[in-house]
């Protein structure tokens, strides 16, 4: 069977440092008047360069040499760091960006899902922008009109549909957004990573509207970062490393292909001897911090609930000491989670020396997806003697820890915790 | 459209197995480096109709809901002006009016003005205006810009209310002439929509042309014939005043207003002038279609 998208070594790159992409038209005029000849030359060797002179320095291509064919009614996941080009590929195939190199063919209708809300106007009413967002979105008129109940019906506001947005809360709107989006019905429809927003009902309703979408035979490139999401949806995942394609085959497959890429065996160990984040007044002891994951060390990138060690290299020539170690693990807001130290946790009365690594281990490490950074407190039972904050960062990677193929999402705190429930039934009901 | 239909006419079943593919209407898109002048599809135009007419409903609803005297103002802009005018160069300067009472000669001149210039000024600030829009999702480029000079034209119909009342009060009758009008308001447009639309496109790179236009539109207006008549010009110098289109366009309204004689020959200049911009326009704005995605 014909690929329903064939693409050939697509790329596209842009030019770095270029924050202020536009320029004013003082700063080509005073080009063009301060030196005329160099600026005409400058001007035609542009002209001439098009689409992009691969030489020219600063560039970075987002994405390079892609080729791939994706079948009628295939569910494409496309994962990947931030980075690695899936939004490049997803804005290329959706005619917003231009490639620099190479080609696509796409036969169908196109419908590109980038943003929740696109194109919505918070002066209008939630009516209004059903048909405003609708068309932007490339429905016709009559085709909004025929979908119009079903959209409100969806979106669950048949009472605020004649409200104007901008009295709306938050999950109105993305209620609303994304009921119009769901509702396109093009023969390939690109998904971006918005199911990032709203709530956890809402979101499970737009995945189910998904997998309707997909069980009709139409084929979705969808960008997340929800592996499970990924793996529950998609027939096939690509990943993108540094614009390139680096692997496609079945979600399980390319789903760990991706985890093993993001433990970086590399990370996971920092030298602390000369370390900007040392307070001042320390004596530097400590000198370097390895993070262990079960039998992996040293480990960048931990899966939520598993075994955690933090390792810390210490030597004092002067004199010997007993070692105390406080760990405190932060957000990467910097937000405090929790701290431990083998003083106030008791039976750690370590004796005394002059030397060695000191460890602290967590049986399962009960920290979300994200960021962490960790601050290092030595001291010798008298007082602090050697302070780092953010000595080392590491992630956490999602799992499915409660064994209900469902991720627990971002937002809800930086722990998570286990708990029981109970019932009793009132029994005047 | 197709799908849509095949959803509700074939079972489910049939759907999925069936691989419909490249028969129907489906479209075949093409993306490649460097689409250029080729790019220009007129059908990719026409199949977006829908959005430009949502875009200018969104334009003036938006604009009307935002304002205190919402259409209002659509009225009072040129009116207020024609006051202004008449006080200032019909009574005091005396200019003189080809005949016609001096605040309805002015009104005429004015209201297709306010129509450019409306038209020119939001069109060239709308690409910027929607930069949410163009990074998130594709359609022709050139509908922004084309649905804020559509959005001027609603402005204009309500302006032109005030015309048919002054047409009234001063006893002027209408001939068949008027219906020049409709080719007339045409050319305005198009020629609107030439520079509103380079503009814009050029407002993306250099965004000086928001600072700049303002004051370039105002010089515009008094080269001209708005609030003198075009005989007011020494003949010698007179030619320079055709090469603008905006001339050959104004004097076509009045004549065909107060059924003059019409001056052909400067408004076929003014066409092919205007037609000539919107090309050149157009090209320019598909070279820089290009970059706005990435530049904006």
């Known amino acids: 069977m014909r690929p329903i998208i064939q693409i050939r070594g697509l790329g596209k790159q842009y030019r770095l440092g270029t924050r202020r992409p536009y320029r004013t038209l003082r700063e080509t005029m005073a080009g063009a008047i301060a030196s005329p000849v160099r600026h005409a030359k400058s001007v035609l060797k542009r002209i001439n360069a098009r689409p992009a002179n691969p030489r020219e320095r600063e560039t970075i291509w987002a994405l390079r040499d892609l080729d791939l064919d994706v079948g009628e009614g295939e569910v494409l996941g496309v994962i990947g760091r931030n980075g690695a080009g899936k939004s490049t590929l997803l804005k290329i195939l959706s005619r917003i960006t231009e490639p620099t190199t190479g080609r696509a063919e796409l036969y169908g209708r196109v419908g590109s899902l980038l943003e929740v809300g696109t194109g919505f106007h918070p002066e209008l009413t939630g009516r209004d922008n059903i048909y405003l967002s609708g068309a932007i979105l490339g429905m016709r008129r009559a085709e909004i009109e025929r979908k119009f109940d079903e959209i409100v019906a969806f979106a669950e506001l048949d009472k605020f549909v004649d409200t104007t947005v901008k009295h709306y809360s938050s999950g109105m709107y993305v209620r609303l957004a994304f009921a119009v989006a769901a509702h396109l019905e093009p023969e390939i429809l690109l998904v971006d990573e918005v199911l990032a927003v709203g709530d956890a009902e809402f979101q499970k309703k737009c995945l189910g509207k998904m997998g309707d979408v997909a069980r009709q035979g139409r084929t979705i490139l969808f960008i997340s970062h929800n592996m499970p999401a990924i793996e529950g949806l998609c027939t096939s995942c690509l990943l993108l490393t540094g614009g390139k394609m680096e692997g496609k085959g079945t979600p399980s497959e390319v789903i760990s292909k991706y985890l093993n890429s993001v433990l970086r065996p590399d990370a996971g160990r920092r030298s602390l001897k000369t370390h900007p984040g040392r307070r001042a007044g320390s004596i530097p002891i400590m000198e370097w911090v390895e993070l262990q994951s079960g039998v992996e060390r040293p480990i960048g990138a931990v899966r939520m609930d598993s075994q955690f060690t933090v390792h810390v290299g210490f030597s004092c020539p002067s004199r010997p000491l007993r070692p105390v170690l406080g760990v405190t693990v932060r957000t990467a807001q910097g937000a405090t989670v929790f701290n431990v130290n083998n003083k106030f946790i008791g039976g750690y009365d370590f004796d005394r020396c002059k030397a060695g690594t000191i460890s602290c281990t967590f049986d399962n490490l009960p920290l979300m997806p994200g960021t962490y950074t960790l601050d290092l407190w030595f001291n010798d039972r008298a007082s602090d003697l050697d302070v780092i904050f953010d000595a080392i960062s590491f992630e956490v990677i999602p799992a499915d820890v409660f064994g209900t193929a469902q991720l627990p999402w971002a937002y809800l705190g930086p722990i998570f915790c286990r708990a029981r429930f109970g019932l009793e039934p009132d029994s005047r009901n | ?296």
């Open chain 2, 1 to 296: 459209m197709a799908s849509a239909l095949t959803k509700e006419i074939l079972p489910p079943e049939t759907q999925t197995s069936a691989p419909t593919l490249h028969d129907r209407e489906r479209p075949v898109i093409t993306i490649e480096a460097g689409g250029k002048w080729a790019g220009f599809e007129l059908a990719d135009l026409w199949l977006h109709r829908d959005l430009f007419l949502f875009l200018v409903w969104r334009d003036v609803k938006v604009r009307y809901k935002q304002t205190l005297l919402g259409a209002g103002w659509a009225i009072l802009q040129p009116f207020l002006t024609m006051v202004l005018f008449t006080l200032i160069f019909g009574k005091l300067a005396k200019v003189p009016s080809d005949g016609i009472p001096y605040p309805i000669f002015a009104y005429a001149g004015l209201l297709p003005w306010t129509f450019f210039s409306n038209a020119v000024t939001n069109s060239s600030n709308s690409l910027v205006g929607n930069a949410a829009l163009i990074t998130k999702v594709y359609f022709p480029r050139m509908v922004i810009p084309g649905a804020a000079v559509g959005a001027g034209l609603v402005d204009l119909a309500i302006a032109a209310v005030i015309l048919v009342a002054m047409m009234a009060w001063y006893g002027i009758g209408i001939g068949f002439a008027v219906l020049m009008l409709i080719p007339l308001v045409v050319l305005t447009a198009v020629f609107a929509l030439a520079v509103g639309m380079w503009m814009s496109g050029l407002n993306v790179k250099y965004r000086d042309i928001r600072y700049a236009l303002p004051f370039f539109v105002q010089i515009w207006m008094y080269a001209t014939p708005i609030i003198y008549p075009i005989d007011f010009v020494p003949e010698r110098w007179r030619w320079l005043l055709v090469l603008n289109p905006l001339t050959g366009i104004i004097e076509g309204y009045r004549a065909a207003l107060f059924g003059r004689r019409f001056a052909w020959g400067h408004l076929a200049v003014s066409a092919v002038l205007s037609i000539a911009a919107l090309v050149y326009a157009a090209y320019s704005f598909k070279q820089m279609e290009r970059d706005f995605a990435d530049v904006i």
